[in-house]
């Protein structure tokens, strides 16, 4: 294998597909970036069995010339090293070329890295998805769904399936749910799934997954092409193949807990800024004692009141003005760090709030539509 | 204790004094800020033991009200918390009430937080300093002696007095040294002490003082005055006192070790950043094994070439142009990263470099000026 490569494309994509390389692995090979050369163009893939991402560089793109093959070939490189070495590399073009069977020199400007690396035979296939579901969405709204739910996700094994986020296509319309059981965040969004290209349904993707995926994804209208198997999930962006394990088990249903606008007891909206910072102030001194309680009580019309309280630090209180008020002056307690989490990803000036009950979940959404919404759980305090 | 303060000059200050104070002190109301007002104004003071700095802040300002006070007094708060809560609220104006003895309600917009303090009587006393040795410096110079020498004190503990910079002043000239016996920085600047005001000599502040006293300083012209004593320094800019304790013990005589023009073996020039960047490419691979050992070869007249080897990941070879070379084709092994710290904080396009043999200590210092000189031991390889 011996090429020389647009440097500033090299780094792009080594960038890319390391993010797939866990600096974790039990398996030494796959510490590393596999580089394999065939006459079309230059391809790295990187993986840590759960997520894998493969990158292709074409000899020749937009009339320029990007990779020039001398050889073809492949070798794998540690991927710690290979990614920092292309950042620092000083020419605008860099040579590459395996000198020993699992040996290369990278050569650029005056610089000359020589470094070992692992038989590319060793280096694991990359799953075979065949099309049983596919469809397409532009990635500036692939990027906001994932924003505004993969955050939610469960960070804790117990529950493996609530770790991840759950996607499901009625009709046309694409539904995508994380929980962690104390709050949930949905989004739903217009896709076009043909019901002869298969159907989507319990497809739960680790939210770790999603968050590698949201870095790579860019704020465009190009599309992401999205398909589903049984157990994996393939993502497809320009030149880009992101694959990732699906995870196993039944998620809950979840459209039941969504309260109906029949059960309100007190509703208003208000602005989702003031709300969001009135939250981090009154989290300042709860934090410490992690259990981020605050207290919100209806004072009149137009005026609710957050209260947060530390025994040995002390006490805040606020009142927020609030509008469009109606049904009983309630109270009721919730962990205010989840709201803040909710709200920080709400696209939108003003939120309204539904509760149902001090002692039931209530709703969170933006003021002009429904196509997201978050759901909190409240805290019993004596 | 009852005052209105401007939330911006409450922030600010808050910011200077939150410096002094530790996370990690034992002394309880050492996590403390100490807010005593008298007719004048605010003083707020924070301090570790170690350190101590107390700011002021006046009644009015530029002619504009910046504390309108209620009542007298004075309280210990949190520093964590005070320091988070004023950065957070929301109106221009902030309103600080003593309730209690030891507690204090917080007022700004919409917002009101109590807070348990402290018993501002039992707030240690600042240092005393007499003026025993004066002198003053523009800020911005004092920026740059403390960036260009605090980088290299030692960190251990081992020979305390090495964890701090060494001033000295002789004549009308300060000279400022560090080092942790591998490596070693000086830096001297022009100063104006008066014979009979005393002299400074043997005076070794602490790096960490100067680290956290460079972060209050700003890149303007004013002055910085120094007071010397003889275990304590105090370091006055416009309303803001800087205290920090003197270490004991005899620092070591350095003068002796600068090798002289007249042993030089080898000298070249060349450009400061071509070097460090060269030395960051070189550390890739030998920064794992933590010698991060650089070996450098003279070529010819005009070349050096910078090599780095680590046995299981590979070498990075790279050649660098140098010019007015004279002296041997000498080679030497040294710390790339020592060198790499010191370049960054060359204020010079060239620097030049003495050698004056493989086992010695060689010289860098910017190709134009002497006032900065770097001293690195060589390592031995076998």
Partial sequence: MHILVNSHRMIQEVQHVVKAVSSRTTIPILSGIKLDVSAAGLTLI?????????????TVENEQEIVTI????????????????????PGEEMDIHVQQPFSVTI??????????????????????????????????????????????????????????????IVGKKLTCTATDSHRLALRTVEVDLNENDGNVNNVV??????????????????????????????????NLLFFSRL????????????????QAKTTFELKTKSL??????????????????????????TQIELTSTSQEIGKVTEQLHVEKLQGEHMHI??????????????????????????????????SESDHTIHLFSPVRTY
Same sequence: chains 1, 2.
Avoid at 72 to 88: C, M, N
Avoid at 247 to 262: F, H, N, S
């Fill in 70 to 89: 001398h050889q073809t070939g492949a070798i794998v490189l540690p991927a710690k090293y290979l990614a920092e070495i292309v950042k620092k590399l």
């Fill in 276 to 301: 969001l910072q009135t939250l981090e102030r009154a989290l300042l001194l709860s934090r410490e004692g992690k259990n981020n309680v605050v207290h919100l009580k209806v004072i009149d019309q």
């Fill in 247 to 262: 995870l196993e088990g039944k998620y809950p249903v979840t459209t039941e807990m969504i309260p109906a606008k029949a």
């Fill in 205 to 238: 993707i680790p939210g770790r997954s999603l968050q590698e995926l949201n870095k790579i994804l860019e704020d465009v209208s190009d599309d992401v092409e999205i398909v589903v198997t049984d157990n994996q999930i393939l993502f497809k962006v320009g």
């Fill in 107 to 168: 050569q650029s400007g005056a610089s000359i890295f020589t470094l070992n690396g692992f038989d590319p035979e060793e280096y694991p296939r990359l799953p075979v998805v065949q099309n049983d579901a596919q469809f397409s969405l532009p990635q500036q709204v692939f990027k906001n769904v994932i924003r505004q739910t993969a955050f939610a996700v469960s960070t804790q094994e117990t529950r493996p399936v609530l770790t991840g986020v759950h996607l499901c």
């Fill in 333 to 366: 307690s919730f962990n205010g760090k989840n709201v803040i989490d909710a709200l920080r990803v709400v696209d939108s000036e003003n939120i309204y709030m539904m509760f149902t009950g001090t002692m039931n979940a209530f709703l969170v959404r933006p």
């Fill in 46 to 58: 990187g993986s840590d069995a759960n997520i894998s991402i493969e990158s292709f560089i074409p």
